[in-house]
Nanobody, 124 residues
Framework: VQLVESGGGSVQAGGSLKLSCATS????????MAWFRQVPGKEREGVVG????????WSSDSVTGRFTISQDKAKNTVYLHMNSLKPEDTAMYYC???????????????????RGQGTQVTVS
């Protein structure tokens, strides 16, 4: 299983970024794909997620209305679209995958077995 994030960088407050997560090594369907973020010294925080089979999504209260997640099934890739960025969005952003199953806590980082190396987003 391989998850490779890209697209991070530095942006001014109010700006936008699009992160990509290219996946390989597993069947893309029937999985929850999610983005998490982490700041040094703080716990990893769930940002957004998508169920690849149905397209059903979730998002945290802190990003609802600003961040969205999308997928390209042909490319086995998910995207994080970030708009109206704030300095508090500064973090390392990780892509993660979890096989869909009843009772899965989709916004809990511990539910996801596989994740990428992360991409840094800095908002100033």
């Amino acid at each position: 299983v391989q998850l490779v994030e890209s697209g991070g960088g530095s942006v001014q407050a109010g700006g936008s970024l699009k992160l990509s997560c290219a996946t390989s090594g597993f069947i893309f369907t029937d999985h929850w794909m999610a983005w998490f973020r982490q700041v040094p010294g703080k716990e990893r925080e769930g940002v957004v997620g998508i169920y690849t089979t149905s397209g059903r999504t979730w998002s945290s209260d802190s990003v609802t209305g600003r961040f969205t997640i999308s997928q390209d099934k042909a490319k086995n890739t998910v995207y994080l679209h970030m708009n109206s960025l704030k300095p508090e969005d500064t973090a390392m952003y990780y892509c993660a995958a979890a096989l869909g199953r009843p009772g899965l806590l989709v916004d809990n980082p511990s539910s996801y077995n596989d994740r990428g190396q992360g991409t840094q987003v800095t908002v100033s």
